[in-house]
């Protein structure tokens, strides 16, 4: 059994406990009707976000329940808030997750102020002001440094694959590594799109439009650029997968034909592409190879800003994948 190379600068955050039905049932009834009314109110989120506010909520009013005596949310106070980040930080929670929690929390007083305050029948809300203000959270730390996957990092995934007859997870790595699209947008990519090959003076095709992150419950929807590598290997999978669909990323369980979960993604690069390479891989790694790898080889980054990044703005892309800040540097004072 090879070792695994973590890339670790520190150790994870230890996992916080899951608050199950019957724990948060325990908690403070009016705190959770308010969380409710809240949420009522956020038909927008989309069903992914909606997932990561209602755990983070939990977690708090759970720790309240534990830690602060159950006490209602108009009775919260900084310290209390303060405490319960000191909490999380020394669980080691990376300073994004910190973020996170307190703009969930923070977005519920906000609520509460906006809507709450002035009820003539929440008269103990009067004086609530949100108590998340005062805590700041650090300067981002890194839980493993996000080393690009290299080319030759990538071939050697697709020989280990094809030797492995592994094709739809060969089919994945090449859609991973060339598109540009997270696991979200790659689970919804169809058949159609390839069905006619590439057509005669184009060097790929368009994915169909796919939902990805955004902030509405529609979220943000894109197409991606699928080159000659996705559409061969594509194909191959879909000779060998034995079953039709309209979706090219499904598995086959008691008859039922569904796409594949993000959680395929996570365990397949978790228990194969990181045993493969000799070091820790997840999904989100491909994005950053993607654009990396066009960058290296020269490409015009407005271009893979807005066709492979699919940012909103090339400052983005200049931020984090930009690997010419330095080109000319030398000759400056020539």
Same mark, same amino acid.
């Given at each position: ?5 973590k ?7 230890l996992k916080l406990?899951?608050?199950?039905d019957?724990?948060y049932n325990q908690?403070?009834?009016?705190t ?5 009314e ?9 069903p992914?976000?909606k997932?990561?506010?209602w755990?983070?909520?939990r977690?708090?009013v759970?720790w309240?329940?534990?830690?602060c005596s159950d ?6 106070k900084k310290?209390d808030f303060s405490?319960f980040?000191?909490?999380l930080?020394?669980? *080691?929670? =990376?300073?994004? /997750?910190l ?10 007083? %906000?609520y &509460?102020?906006?809507?709450i ?5 929440m008269?103990e809300y009067a004086t609530f002001?949100n108590?998340t ?7 981002l730390?890194?839980v ?6 290299s080319?030759?990092?990538?071939n050697?995934?697709k020989?280990?694959l094809?030797?492995?007859e592994?094709?739809?997870?060969l089919?994945w ?7 540009g ?5 790659i689970?919804?990519f ?7 090959g590439?057509p005669e003076?184009k060097?790929?095709?368009y994915?169909?439009?796919?939902r990805?992150? *955004?902030? =509405?419950?529609d /979220?943000?929807q ?5 080159n000659s590598?996705?559409v %061969?290997? &594509? ?7 034995g079953?039709?669909s309209e979706?090219?990323f ?14 395929w ?13 000799g070091?820790?891989i997840?999904p ?8 990396t790898?066009?960058l290296e080889?020269g490409k015009?980054?407005?271009t893979?800003s ?5 940012h ?6 200049q931020?984090?994948?930009d ?5 000319g540097?030398?000759?400056?004072f020539?």
């Amino acid at each position: 059994m090879s070792v695994i190379n973590k890339n670790m600068v520190r150790d994870r955050a230890l996992k916080l406990p899951e608050v199950t039905d019957e724990m948060y049932n325990q908690c403070n009834s009016e705190t959770r009707e308010m969380i409710q009314e809240y949420f009522d109110n956020k038909a927008q989120l989309s069903p992914d976000t909606k997932t990561q506010y209602w755990s983070a909520l939990r977690q708090f009013v759970y720790w309240v329940n534990t830690s602060c005596s159950d006490k209602p949310l108009y009775k919260i106070k900084k310290r209390d808030f303060s405490r319960f980040m000191s909490y999380l930080v020394n669980r *080691g929670m =990376s300073s994004s /997750g910190l973020k996170f929690k307190k703009s969930t929390i923070s977005s519920l007083c %906000k609520y &509460i102020e906006d809507y709450i305050v002035e009820d003539e029948d929440m008269k103990e809300y009067a004086t609530f002001r949100n108590f998340t203000t005062v805590y700041k959270v650090e300067a981002l730390n890194y839980v493993y440094e996000k080393i690009p996957i290299s080319e030759d990092e990538y071939n050697k995934l697709k020989e280990a694959l094809l030797d492995d007859e592994n094709y739809m997870g060969l089919a994945w790595v090449a859609c991973a590594f060339n598109s540009g699209a997270r696991r979200g947008g790659i689970r919804q990519f169809k058949v159609e799109c390839i069905k006619d090959g590439i057509p005669e003076g184009k060097t790929f095709v368009y994915s169909n439009m796919v939902r990805e992150k *955004g902030k =509405s419950i529609d /979220g943000k929807q894109v197409r991606y650029m699928m080159n000659s590598e996705c559409v %061969k290997y &594509i194909n191959l999978w879909l000779e060998h997968r034995g079953y039709e669909s309209e979706y090219i990323f499904t598995s086959k369980y008691r008859g039922e034909i569904n796409m594949i979960s993000k959680e395929w993604a996570d365990d397949f690069c978790t228990n194969v592409l990181s045993d493969i390479l000799g070091r820790r891989i997840n999904p989100h790694l491909f994005k950053a190879s993607a654009i990396t790898y066009l960058l290296e080889k020269g490409k015009d980054i407005k271009t893979v800003s807005k066709f492979v990044a699919q940012h909103n703005d090339i400052s983005t892309t200049q931020s984090f994948y930009d690997l010419r800040k330095d080109e000319g540097v030398d000759e400056l004072f020539d």
